[in-house]
C-alpha cells in the first residue's frame, strides 16, 4: 500500500494550495480518508476527514470554512483544498487511510505560510 502526498509548497498568507494523496494497492473505495498536519514541537492533529463514499465530511475548528476535502474514487486521490492560509496552518500534512481494521499513512508534505 501507498500513500502519496503531494501540492505542498511556500505559500504567503492569504495565498491557496491543493495538497493531492494518490493511493496504490488497496481498494480505495473501501476507506475513509484523513488528512493530519503536523507543526515543529506539536502533535499531529486531525484536520479533515471525508468518508469512503464522500457522503460524510469533518473538519478542525480551526480550518472550517477555509479548507475542502473532497475525493476521486475513480482515480484513489484525495484532495484537500486550503485557502485564505495562515502561518499558523505551516505544517507537515499527512495523509491517511482508514477502516475497522487497518490503517495507512503517507509520508507527508510540507506547507510553509510565510511572507
Known amino acids: 500500500v501507498q500513500l502519496v502526498e503531494s501540492g505542498g509548497g511556500l505559500v504567503q498568507p492569504g495565498g491557496a494550495l491543493r495538497l493531492s494523496c494518490a493511493a496504490s494497492?488497496?481498494?480505495?473505495?473501501?476507506?475513509?480518508m484523513n488528512w493530519y498536519r503536523q507543526a515543529p514541537g506539536r502533535e499531529r492533529e486531525l484536520v479533515a476527514g471525508i468518508s469512503s463514499a464522500g457522503g460524510s465530511r469533518n473538519y478542525a475548528d480551526s480550518v472550517k470554512g477555509r479548507f475542502t476535502m473532497s475525493r476521486d474514487n475513480e482515480k484513489n486521490t484525495a484532495y484537500l483544498q486550503m485557502n485564505s492560509l495562515k502561518p499558523e496552518d505551516t505544517a507537515v500534512y499527512y495523509c491517511?487511510?482508514?477502516?475497522?481494521?487497518?490503517?495507512?499513512w503517507g509520508k507527508g508534505t510540507l506547507v510553509t505560510v510565510s511572507s
Open positions: 494497492g488497496l481498494i480505495f473505495s473501501w476507506y475513509d
Open positions: 491517511n487511510a482508514r477502516t475497522l481494521y487497518n490503517q495507512y
